[in-house]
Nanobody, 129 residues
Framework: QMQLVESGGGLVQPGGSLRLSCAASGFTLDYYAIGWFRQAPGKEREGVSCISTSGESTYYRDSVKGRFTASRDNAKNTVYLQMNSLKPEDTAVYYC??????????????????????WGSGALVTVSS
């Protein structure tokens, strides 16, 4: 079964850190750019970070620049999102998404669900004291 399995969400205090993992099963991530999206209650899903197939290029939305870092280990078929200095407004369900589209377009253009080949299962991140 081809799927993306996420892990690493949880409850953390403001200023804390979490690392999300997104592991592919049944297919190889080598040829897919990966986007990290989040959706807070009552809000639309928004792009947080995107990473190219090689991992050499990344994009971050302004609100997470300098705090979040996306990386990938194609040998492990896994992509990561390191989140530091977390804020309450980062609270959301985080999804990874695999696409054959360009990583930059994935993050900078309005989300088109038809562009996504695989969605992750979602990981709840709650930032609260």
């Amino acid at each position: 079964q081809m799927q993306l399995v996420e892990s690493g969400g949880g409850l953390v205090q403001p200023g804390g850190s979490l690392r999300l993992s997104c592991a592919a099963s049944g297919f190889t991530l080598d040829y897919y750019a990966i986007g990290w999206f989040r959706q807070a209650p009552g809000k639309e899903r928004e792009g947080v970070s995107c990473i190219s197939t090689s991992g050499e290029s990344t994009y971050y939305r302004d609100s997470v620049k300098g705090r979040f870092t996306a990386s990938r280990d194609n040998a492990k078929n896994t992509v990561y999102l390191q989140m530091n200095s977390l804020k309450p407004e980062d609270t959301a369900v985080y999804y990874c998404a695999a696409t054959r589209k360009n990583y930059y377009r994935l993050c900078t253009l309005p989300l088109d669900y038809d562009d996504i080949n695989y969605w992750g299962s979602g990981a709840l991140v709650t930032v609260s004291s």
